[in-house]
């Protein structure tokens, strides 16, 4: 069964370090997220991307973020400038057709900043 | 999207079916309900969605009223790794994202 794939599984980094997070979506899926849950906190949207651009981003989803997808096969969430606050399990979700289609998720990125 | 609201948590015995209720009264005709689920800290599993009509896949069934403004989500036979939140979301597709509320702790105990 295909499956969204993250690497790596956990990231530590320094403050102000820049950080990038893989994933590898669903062949052939089409419409591409990020999310962010901070321990204890609910599930978070920051942005979905589709067609080699952004559809949609949250708030949280400032200046110091950026999605690329460098090839036909990873989806990439790079954060410029770490904060302490951005310690968090990162989850990236790929989905196929809109409209009734579902939203498989990976298994994510533990991030931790010190 | 509409709000959805579920009990904080519920228990329920290895074996026996578990009942997760949800409520979204105001639910529009083009939203689906959908079905997650999240153990421990990994990432939110698919279990299953639906329109209108009950629907049942090999992990669960979901039944949802006719007026569509509350639905339960039916594990047939709980087991232990079934431990985990569920959550219940309302969604079109139209805006692409998913809104996760606080969802339901299902534990299965022995």
């Known amino acids: 069964e295909p499956e969204v794939t993250q690497t790596p599984s956990h990231q530590v980094t320094q403050m102000g370090q820049e950080v990038i997070l893989r994933c590898v979506p669903i062949?052939?899926?089409?419409?591409f997220y990020w999310y962010r849950q901070i321990l204890g906190q609910k599930v978070e949207f920051l942005v979905s991307?589709?067609?080699?651009?952004?559809?949609?981003k949250s708030e949280i989803f400032d200046d110091q973020f950026s999605v690329e997808r460098p090839d036909g096969s990873n989806f990439t969430l790079k954060i410029r400038s770490t904060k302490l606050e951005d310690s968090a399990m990162y989850f990236c979700?790929?989905?196929?057709?809109?409209?009734?289609?579902?939203?498989?998720f990976g298994p994510g990125t533990r991030l931790t900043v010190l | 999207d509409a709000k959805t609201t579920q009990p904080t948590s519920m228990d329920c015995a290895e074996g026996r079916a578990a009942n997760l209720p949800c409520n979204h009264s105001t639910i529009s005709g083009n939203e689906y309900v959908y079905w997650y689920r999240q153990i421990h800290s990994q990432g939110p599993q698919y279990i299953i969605h639906g329109l209108k009509n009950n629907e049942t896949n090999e992990m669960a069934s979901l039944i949802i009223t006719e007026d569509r403004k509350s639905s339960t989500l039916i594990l047939p036979h709980a087991t232990l790794r079934d431990t985990a939140v569920y959550y219940c979301?309302?969604?079109?597709?139209?805006?692409?994202?998913?809104?996760f509320g606080k969802g339901t702790l299902l534990t299965v105990n022995p």
């Open positions: 062949s052939n899926h089409l419409y």
């Open positions: 991307f589709y067609n080699n651009e952004i559809s949609e």
């Open positions: 979301i309302v969604w079109s597709g139209s805006n692409y994202k998913l809104t």
């Open positions: 979700a790929s989905m196929g057709l809109a409209g009734g289609s579902t939203q498989y």
